[in-house]
């Protein structure tokens, strides 16, 4: 079993893992005292604090009153597309390619963190009283506190941009560490918006590596780690919580009859682990957490295969982690991540780039939604478990589309020009 799929593993030939190790009836998955439940609450209520500052901060965000959501939608001309039958149940995108200013996933864990370190510096130096108004938070008072701190992350991209933007937008210096590789119009962007990009050579891990330990210089500087940080977690699983008073609203239920089965597109893991997280918290053994990555790039799948506790890399395999998927670019699965799903995850399958860009594709020509080819990543789990799962008319299916609202359109003309199949819808 083991063997066979580490052949195809090697050979970067697309497959589906299933974990042996869950066990939902552990709905947390954790002894570590980190992750007390209510974290995703403090989140939620974190962000709902900040809502009336960031809209007065984003222009785009005042139609919804500074709240960073995204919509929950049936997609019924994509699941004819993708040839998954009404037997199988329904398939829904949850749309965080379209979610304001950040124009990906990175808003919810990147945001958050950014608020965390503002709340708490003005919460130090008495600028902000519980009970306050946020909006407090972009006098000059604060601005001058936050123009002494530096936010720095590393990122392939999407997390810097998240980061770079609001904490550029609060005031504080803003910093991102990318790998010369990273995209050339997301730089652009970034510097549009006064972050400051550093440029390292080599990967993503590199990257993260250089601007830790040019941050620990500084004691001034606040060093956002994508494969260690908390805050970046909670802020993502927050998510659930919202996602659950969407499916309640379109009428979904979640229970035996009913599995929720979602599919998240993985890099270091932080995004979907945190989401998974949340989910068992809300829906236990009801909701299976799938995870997504390219051929080239499955370090947790990788990751949850090595049973001697080590935490090998993509290149340890013979794969070379280069993908057009930038945002799950990632060599090495984050250990925190991958101990929160030990017993959570679902499982694990794995996508080729072609793949990508035919789906990316065939949800412009059938839904009319713009993604990004990360955020593709999710649409081949429902036609990878078909064989494997009996049919469930009752089960839901959610890809998370994580990606997408700021690609330029030049750039995703060529992710569009890639793809190879047309959609060829198939009757139910
Ligand atoms: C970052 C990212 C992911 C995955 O998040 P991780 O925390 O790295 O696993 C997925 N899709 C997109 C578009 C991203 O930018």
Redesign the pocket.
């Known amino acids: 079993m083991t063997h066979r799929i580490l052949t195809k593993l090697r050979a970067a030939t697309p497959q589906l893992w299933i974990n042996p190790q869950r066990d939902p009836a552990i709905p947390m998955g954790l002894s570590d005292s980190a992750f007390q439940p209510q974290g995703m609450q403090v989140a939620q209520e974190r962000f709902a604090r900040f809502a009336p500052l960031l809209a007065n901060l984003f222009p785009e965000l005042a139609a919804m009153d500074g709240r960073i959501e995204s919509a929950l939608q049936p997609v019924p001309a994509m699941q004819k597309a993708l040839g998954l039958s009404v037997a199988q149940g329904q398939l829904w995108v949850k749309a965080?390619?379209s979610l304001p200013v950040a124009g990906?996933?990175?808003a919810r864990?990147g945001f958050h963190e950014v608020l965390e370190v503002a709340e708490r510096l003005a919460v130090e130096h008495g600028l902000l009283r519980p009970d306050a108004d946020y909006r407090a938070l972009a006098q000059p008072a604060a601005r001058a506190l936050f123009a002494r701190h530096q936010i720095a992350v590393g990122s392939?991209?999407?997390?810097g941009m998240a980061i770079g933007v609001l904490a550029a937008a609060l005031g504080f210096r803003a910093v991102v560490h990318m790998s010369t590789e990273a995209k050339e119009w997301k730089k652009q962007r970034l510097r549009l918006r006064g972050v400051e990009v550093v440029e390292h050579t080599g990967d993503y891990e590199q990257a993260v590596a250089g601007g830790r330990s040019l941050a620990q210089t500084d004691p001034l500087c606040h060093f956002v780690d994508?494969e260690r940080s908390l805050s970046?977690f909670m802020g993502?699983s927050a998510a659930a919580l919202h996602l659950q008073v969407q499916l309640r609203a379109q009428g979904v239920q979640v229970d035996a009859q009913h599995p929720l089965i979602v599919y998240?597109?993985?890099?270091?893991?932080?995004?979907?682990?945190?989401i998974a997280w949340g989910l068992h918290q809300l829906f236990g053994a009801h909701v299976h957490c799938f995870?997504a990555e390219p051929v080239q790039s499955p370090c947790?799948l990788v990751h949850m295969l090595a049973t001697d506790g080590s935490s090998p890399s993509v290149y340890d395999f013979g794969l070379s982690n280069q993908t057009e998927?930038?945002?799950?670019a990632?060599p090495r699965a984050?250990l925190l991540?991958a101990s929160v799903m030990s017993k959570l995850l679902a499982g694990v399958f794995t996508v080729e780039d072609q793949t990508l860009f035919d789906h990316l594709a065939q949800l412009m020509a059938t839904e009319g939604m713009r993604i990004?080819p990360?955020?593709a990543?999710g649409f081949s789990g429902p036609g990878q478990l078909g064989s494997s799962a009996p049919a469930c008319p009752g089960a839901n299916h959610v890809v998370w589309t994580?990606?997408?609202l700021l690609v330029p359109d030049a750039q995703y003309q060529t992710f569009l020009d890639r793809a190879v199949t047309q959609p060829t819808p198939t009757p139910l």
């Not at 392939?156 to 997390?159: A, C, I, P, R, S």
């Not at 998240?264 to 945190?274: E, I």
């Not at 998927?325 to 799950?328: F, K």
Request: glycine share 22%; hydrophobic share 40%; aromatic share 8%.
């Open positions: 965080d390619h990906s996933i990175k864990g392939t991209g999407n997390l994508d970046l993502y998240l597109p993985c890099g270091v893991g932080g995004a979907p682990a945190g995870f947790f998927a930038d945002g799950l990632v984050s991540a990004e990360s955020a990543a994580t990606g997408g």
